[in-house]
């Protein structure tokens, strides 16, 4: 790229105490090479900007790229036999609990080369980038012993290289049981944390540690197990917590400091405080709740009223979550969770940003910030939640390049 750049179109900063949305109609965001260098009114350009290229986008929307903060991207075959099942009465915990679920995907992804596994998750990561996701976390769990879940992690990270986005990568060896271990899960969570976990850091292959803490996952002590062997390797950790019971897992990864805790339609109050008190991240995942027929809402309005940052994620994977679009997972947070569409859009831009634990500024458009934004062919940033399957993304602009 040659020289700054001047892009003019209404801007949804998402900048804090800049009113709803950070938003400035008519607004100029100017980027040089990789870095946002300025962004405001147009009739407040400085001088040295004036005379630059300048690329006219009359009344569309600029946002940050969206941040999917939560997804199973990697992983190997289908689970539509399992949406059968569940339609004519089964329950999710029961398909489980019949050996299917989860351990079905893992024998599925160690059954696949790593080409396998990379080709899938690349063909769900397109259609992700083409709703305007600039950065993606990628959890393994579908490898559950060493050989498959470093397999997981690498693929996870080469889609960095294949497309442009960001990725940031979870381990998922407390995901589930599978049937080398069962009636032995201890002995499996020692295999996680002395030996899975250790390699995989050893690789460079982990930027966080997540869990399952579930009826037909682990247990809280289990799960601090993990947690113990994570700060031990120096690294952030988060939780699938309160999905379909109350084990008081949020506030066991709030206790932690943990970035986030991810489902929690079962949050109680005393998490809810947890949370509040260190900073951990609520992360709503409407696509699981909509698949699994879920009834029980999470508390959005003890959250809300709590402080506690909302972030929305698509969780796309096999079983609980086929789905391939972050807007679609606004709208759905705005429908099923009555999210406002400012929450929703915060979901899934700075406080996505925060449930990674990226940097301060992460996820707004702002002075400083990497020239990560998504151009769209709306005029207000509601109309992106409002539509139901639409494709609103106009362009995206990853580290300064137009993409
Ligand atoms: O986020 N809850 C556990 N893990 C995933 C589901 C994984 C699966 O069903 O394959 C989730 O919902
Ligand atoms: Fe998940």
New binding site residues.
Partial sequence: MTGPICLHANIATMQKNQGSYGLIEKGCVVINEDKIVWVGPHHELPAEYIGVTQKHYSDRLITPALIDC?T?LVYGGD?AAEFEMRLEGASYEEVARAGG??VS?VKATRAASEEELLDGALKRLDMLLADGVGTIEVKS??GLDLKNELAMLRVARRLEKERPVHVRTTFLGA?ALTPEYSNRADDYIDYVCNEILPAAVSEGLVDAVDG?C?GI?FSRKQIEKVFNAAAGLNLPVKL?AE?LSNLNGAALVAERRGLSA??LEYLDQSGVDAMAKNGTVAVL?PG?FYTLHETRMPPVAALLEAGVPIAIAT?C?????PLFSLVLAMNMACTLFRLTPELALAGVTLNAARALGLEEGRGTIAAGQPADLAIWDVKMPAELSYGIGHRPLHARIHGGVLV
């Fill in positions: 939560h199973h689970r679920g989860i995907t769990g579908y995901h399952f579930e996952g699938h999905q991810d489902h995942l699981a969780d994977n096999p079983g609980s979550s």
